[in-house]
């Protein structure tokens, strides 16, 4: 509780304060679970490696880095990190995605927090439904328990059609029963689990089954990656916060006719692109999103 | 009634009633067939010109890998897989210009295989 306390005050102290979003129905009746620490976490995402574009980002190769350094130099270090998919950039070569699978890893081990958690997105994984990316990092879909919250991690990118599947949605129904209504439960998905833009890919093809399990439980909130921006919409009372990417900014949903990076500017390097910590206030169920840059300006 | 009909179809008169009716069918304009070929990364053709309300079947062929045709304007989609004609009838509820994109992840230049569907009144 203390550490959070303070972390919050130094965001207050360095201007560096996020955007509060309370899960749905949170701010209503106190919360029956057992009284916990409020915590944070960071997400990354997107992270690309093995991407090369120099137009798009001449330092393909550093800002995957330049992210573990600067998480690193936080202030306070979170309870875990969270890497939301895309963790390489596809290659129909499966030694290649091993290769850059490999390397990432190796890249991340010198984050200092040692409790990192992967999930995979489509450039991982829809090539060869998981296969490899499960040797790295092991099962895709999962979830855990931390300081009152319930977290789940749901695969929609093995499946190269976009499925989360019969199979992982069982599983997800039985692991919500066990939840109470008005528990804490935070999903992480690389895909929206709605119909963000499907004109651009922006969706999950069966994201309406596992928000529809979802909605009976009253605080939920999901992260999630895939569209190289921030975005935050609700569906009913469920929050979804996408985030930045760590190798090029996409445009806004259906902004311009074609889904195409936005171009490096060598005047603001870096820019669009950072990392994000989520400070829970279990009780309230309320998430304060703060966003990073890669570098300090 | 059942009687009537069986004595009907024993007359031949119902069967010819039928053959009259294919008659009209077939007299009626054949729906426009569109192929389309996909294939690593690329749909061929990449604009497709269709009249608003006029039904066209698209046929979808590709040698490659499995892929997919989506047209989310309108609600539109076929999994497209080797050796095999996929056929979507499609008809057009408004005009203007519109996505379709491959939704099935296929390969290294999957994110750039779309194209687009004009409309026209």
Redesign the interface.
Known sequence: MRQSIDRRDFLKLAGLGGVVFASGLAGGAKFAGAAQDDFYFVQLSDTHWGFNGPVVNPDAGGTLPKAVAAVNSLDFQPDFVVFTGDLTH???DPKERRRRLAEFRDIVKDLKNKNVRFMPG?HDA??DNGQAWKEFFGASYYSFDHKGVHFVAIDN?SD???RIGEQQLAWLKSDLAKQAADGRIVVFTHRPLF?LY????WAT?DGAQAIELLMPHKNVTVFYGHIHQEHHQMTGHIAHHSAKSLIFPLPAPGSQ???APILWDPAQPYKGLGFRGVDAEVQKAEYEITEYPVKKA | MKLERRRLLAAGIVTAAGVAFGAVALAQPKEKVIRVTARKWVFLPREIRLKKGVPVVLEFVTADVVMGFNAPDFNARADIIPGKVSRLRLVPDKTGTFVFLCDIFCGDGHEGMSGQIHVVA
């Open positions: 596809t290659t129909d489509e829809a090539l990118v190269p059609a976009a119909d499907p004109q651009w890919d093809r006719p074609k889904r």
